[in-house]
């Protein structure tokens, strides 16, 4: 049984249909990423399996329990769509950590008010989160005493914290320097290795090639080539999938 | 008359600036964060309908507002104001509340719309989001405007003496009647005084809040 099953995602905005019937299925320890030009819809996509928007029509379920239907959705009480958003995190291309918290305090600030576990539990597992993406010297630092990929880091862990079934990343690398950039795939990399599910949009095309079960190619809100990395980056069969391509080996070879 | 009679005599009137300025902020913070909600609304008409009132209260004197209150209701309702100081409490504290609310929407606003989501997806409540999220943020945005808008309530509170608050220029001006002009000039000093505290107050406040950027 797969983690997630998306059947017909649609959504607009006033007149522009941004999602046009996504579909797509994922099993437990799978890595997907999905890549497309700017304004494809991928960001859209991410908001609605978080419920930061609400899909027009279709239908999300997590191990095999419906979790959004868009006829039922706006019955369910605000408690029943927190719990069901609880199914996934999300990790924003702009971090978003809460500037007045330490370090520690952005990872256990959920956990906490969610009543995960007794708040010695919580600050345990949290430092061993700090741990793993390699910021032991920063718990009590504040995000503005941190570059932006140790920002990420932190946002990931916090993420992490609340252990989502299904973890989703938008674009993490793209707010960063360059040189910024390694540390934080790295670490998503290594979170690949140990079997998490995960969604990651990314214009990183080698980090998707290397890292990735399967990739989606999204263009104009619908999904244009699904497949192995193999399959997409060395054989793509849509013609949109292969300029799109080229235009990145261009972008990079400058 | 020494020294010390009017030093007493202006210090029972400031007093009554005191209160007023105490009172003011007690009710007119809250009620601005209520009515900066409404301004805010989803609700189309109700955020109109604050806007409107908001433009009133800002777009016209305080000195008018105090009178309005004062003599409206015994002039077209036959109840009149016996209490001065509740009446320019009421006039202040409407139109404080309409200041402060301008100067919460626009540190509410302010605010990235990515620290509601990020909280939005570690699955917290709404109330959650803006108590523990948002309102230290929120604080530490507003509090060079407000610091200035409390100050300049501090020295509006003498205002109350066109409803005969019996406030500290009043009780100057009742010397002045008697020739004597220096207790005018005096009141000053408690002005200065009581806003150089203020002004070390929210100092002190916004260092303690500069441990981090928002
Ligand atoms: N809240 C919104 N209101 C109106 N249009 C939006 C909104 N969010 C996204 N869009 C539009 O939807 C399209 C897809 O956006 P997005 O999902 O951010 O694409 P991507 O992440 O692939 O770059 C864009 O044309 C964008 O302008
Ligand atoms: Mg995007």
């Known amino acids: 049984m797969p983690v997630l099953e998306v ?3 649609k959504k607009s905005f006033g007149k522009t249909d941004v999602l046009k019937g996504i579909s797509f299925s994922l099993e437990k320890g799978e890595v997907l990423s999905i890549i497309g030009s700017s304004g494809s819809g991928k960001t859209t996509l991410l908001r609605c399996l978080n419920f930061l928007e609400t899909a027009d029509e279709g239908t999300i379920c997590v191990n095999g329990k419906e979790i959004f239907d868009s006829v039922s959705h706006k019955n369910l009480t605000e408690n ?3 719990d069901n958003r609880l199914h996934f995190g999300l990790v924003f291309q702009s971090f978003n950590l809460f500037p007045q918290y330490s370090v520690l305090k952005n990872i256990t600030l959920a956990p906490t008010l969610l009543k995960r576990g007794t708040p010695e539990e919580i600050e345990e597992e949290a430092k061993g989160l700090i741990e793993r993406v390699g910021l032991s010297d920063k718990t009590e630092n504040y995000p503005c005493q941190l570059s932006g990929g140790q920002q990420q880091r932190v946002a990931i862990a916090r993420a992490l914290a609340l252990k989502p079934d299904i973890l989703c990343f938008d674009e993490p690398t793209s707010a960063l320097d360059p040189e910024l950039t390694g540390e934080v795939l790295r670490v998503v990399r290594d979170l690949a290795n140990e079997n998490r599910t995960m969604i990651v949009v990314t214009h990183e095309m080698e980090f998707a090639k290397s890292v990735s079960d399967k990739v989606i190619f999204m263009a104009d809100g619908v999904i244009e080539e699904y497949g192995t990395p193999q399959e997409v980056f060395l054989n793509p069969k849509s013609p949109k999938t292969r300029s799109f391509l080229k235009k990145d080996i261009e972008t990079n070879a400058e | 008359m020494s020294f010390q009679q009017v030093t007493l005599s202006l210090a029972a009137g400031f007093l009554e600036n005191c209160r007023l300025f105490f009172e003011t902020l007690l009710f007119s913070i809250p009620l601005g964060l209520i009515i900066s ?12 309908l604050v806007k409107v009132f908001v433009w009133c209260i800002r777009g016209t004197p305080l000195m008018l507002q105090l009178f309005v209150v004062f003599y409206v209701p015994g002039l077209v309702f036959g109840v009149p104001m016996r209490d001065r100081m509740m009446a320019a409490l009421i006039a202040f504290v409407i139109n404080y509340s309409c200041y402060f609310s301008e100067i919460f929407r626009g540190g509410i606003e302010s605010i990235p719309k990515g620290q509601y989501e990020a909280g939005q997806v570690l699955g917290l409540t709404k109330s959650q989001i803006f108590f523990k999220i948002i309102l230290l943020q929120v604080t530490k945005r507003i509090v060079p405007p407000m610091s200035n808008e409390i100050i300049t309530l501090v020295k509006d509170t003498s ?4 409803i005969a608050v019996g406030e500290i220029l009043l009780a100057a001006e009742r010397f002045a009647g008697k020739g004597i ?32 950027k928002a």
């Open chain 2, 37 to 48: 909600f409404g301004s805010m609304s989803k609700f189309k008409p109700l955020s109109y």
């Open chain 2, 159 to 162: 205002l109350a003496r066109v």
């Open chain 1, 7 to 9: 059947k017909n995602i």
């Open chain 2, 181 to 212: 002009i220096w207790p005018l000039f005096y009141t000053g000093a408690y002005f200065l005084i009581f806003c150089g505290g203020l002004t070390l107050l929210f100092g002190f406040i916004e260092k303690k809040l500069s441990y981090f």
């Open chain 1, 80 to 82: 029943e769509i927190r």
